[in-house]
């Protein structure tokens, strides 16, 4: 397949060059550390934990997913791709690519919490799990279309994260509201408008994106 092959290259010349790999690792230590020293000893809720969790993971996407296409403007290889596959093609290598980097990311991001802060404690996993889910895919697919947009911009730095926020805002907010309840051992019959909203974000962001994706590639 040719999504696959694509998803391969990127995923290579991000082993060789380790940009948005150390970028991610960078971010998230700092982060956690900032955190750990502004706390220090005293005893954070767990409701604060788990909007912390969600507030370093926004972050992280914002400093490591922004190059999806950015690299290759720069490499002048955008032309290439567009003789060679089709946009659908293009944005879904790019989409495995930057939902294996989410995953990876925050993964490692919900391990450091559970592990550095005491008050992280989830009770209800499977909740947690499933918005965790919904929620990686939810960043992923909005992440990459939006490095898309500004892959063809001159101010490419700062325009990601202006994008970024008031498309993921109603997703964080979800996942926060969601994260809580975990914590709260609610049951997922409880938690059904919020799933729902989760599932309704991913479908419609992944729905818009290879929508509009075919004009943004070929502008």
């Known amino acids: ?50 909007g912390l969790l969600w507030v370093v993971i926004f972050f992280s996407a914002m400093s490591g997913l922004s190059r999806a296409f950015v690299s290759e403007e720069e490499r002048g290889t955008t032309l290439t791709l567009q003789l060679i596959a089709s946009p659908s093609t293009i944005f879904s290598g790019k989409l495995i690519f930057n939902l294996i980097l989410v995953f990876l990311m925050n993964i490692a991001i919900t391990v450091l919490f559970s592990l550095l802060f005491e008050s992280f404690v989830i009770k209800n996993f499977s909740l947690f799990l499933i918005s965790f889910l919904l929620g ?35 997703l964080i907010l979800t996942l926060l509201e969601l994260t809580k309840f975990s914590m709260d051992g609610k049951t997922l019959s409880a938690s059904y408008v919020e799933i729902g909203v989760l599932f309704s974000y991913d479908v419609i962001m992944g729905t818009a994106s290879y929508l509009l994706f075919d004009f943004i590639w070929k502008d």
């Open 136 to 170: 990686n895919i939810g960043i992923a697919v909005s992440s990459t279309i939006i490095a898309a947009i500004i892959s063809k911009a001159s101010s490419k730095g700062t325009l990601y994260p202006v994008l970024s926020f008031p498309i993921l805002l109603p």
């Open 1 to 50: 397949m040719k999504s696959f092959a694509l998803f391969k290259k990127d995923w290579e010349s991000e082993l060789r060059t380790r940009y948005a790999i150390n970028a991610l690792a960078m971010f998230v230590l700092v982060t956690i550390s900032v955190i750990l020293f502004s706390v220090g000893n005293e005893q954070i809720t767990e409701y604060l934990t788990g």
